[in-house]
């Protein structure tokens, strides 16, 4: 009981640690570093809990595509970071009072399981015993919650066509490819020459 114990402790204070820097850090790629590292420590902490499936995914979603993809937005973008920084302040009530409501909600949703224990498990729906946490979740996911797991899908589908569709700029003086103008040209633009054999055009 020690050992977990110990690695549970490493492991929350390296992800507090490297949140922290996240923030702290003055150079963008140093904080993608940072999340990568607090999104391995988490993904050993669910290890710890028992929930491989979740530790699975943190690794291979956040770690191997999110988090390398923002990477390589902030190393090949030329970002100004600092005219971005300029702007935070006129934005800081906001989010400060976003972040009070997100405290507040994770408060309520903490203190409920010691205000009324008897109703933090209602919810729960029963596991045949001999099943592994990836094949139960499965099964839950696939069979009771199939419809809004599609509707979730539809709604990530919509979001990216949005961030790509919001994204698109068109530089002015680049040429670029017109298909439809291409295949209504027809033969206009093609002349055949015949070409003696020996001799060049």
Same mark, same amino acid.
């Given at each position: ?5 110990l690695? %549970?402790?490493?492991?929350s204070? !390296?992800?507090?640690? $490297?949140?922290?820097?996240v923030?702290?850090s003055?150079?963008?790629?140093h $904080?993608?570093? %940072? /999340? !990568?590292?607090a ?5 050993? !902490? ?7 499936f /979740?530790?699975l995914?943190?690794i ?9 993809l923002f990477? %390589?937005v ?6 100004d ?7 935070m302040l ?6 400060a ?11 309520l949703?903490a203190?409920?399981?010691?205000l ?9 729906l029963?596991?045949?015993?001999g099943i592994e946490?990836t094949r139960a979740?499965?099964?839950i /996911?696939?069979?009771r919650? !199939?419809?809004?797991f599609?509707?979730?899908?539809l709604v990530?589908l919509?979001a990216?066509?949005g961030?790509?569709?919001?994204? /698109? ?8 490819q ?6 209504a040209?027809?033969? $206009? ?7 003696? $054999?020996?001799?060049?055009?």
């Open positions: 009981m020690v050992l977990p114990l690695f %549970f402790y490493l492991f204070a !390296i992800a507090i640690a $490297s949140a922290l820097m923030i702290a003055r150079n963008p790629v $904080s993608v570093l %940072f /999340l !990568i590292l999104f391995v420590n988490a993904a050993g !902490i669910f290890l710890l809990a028992g929930a491989e /979740l530790a995914i943190l291979v979603v956040y770690v191997g595509a999110v988090a390398v990477l %390589f902030v190393m090949m973008l030329d970002v970071f600092a005219e971005m920084r300029s702007g006129q934005y800081m009530p906001i989010g009072l976003i972040g009070i409501v997100l405290l507040l909600e994770l408060l949703v203190g409920t399981a010691y009324a224990p008897e109703g933090a498990g209602s919810g729960v029963p596991i045949a015993g946490n979740l499965g099964q /996911l696939y069979t919650y !199939i419809y809004l599609q509707a979730c899908g990530l919509v990216m066509i961030a790509i569709v919001l994204t /698109l700029r068109h530089k002015p003086g680049v040429r670029r017109d298909v439809a103008k291409q295949v040209r027809g033969k $206009s633009g093609l002349e055949i020459v015949k070409v003696e $054999s020996g001799k060049g055009l």
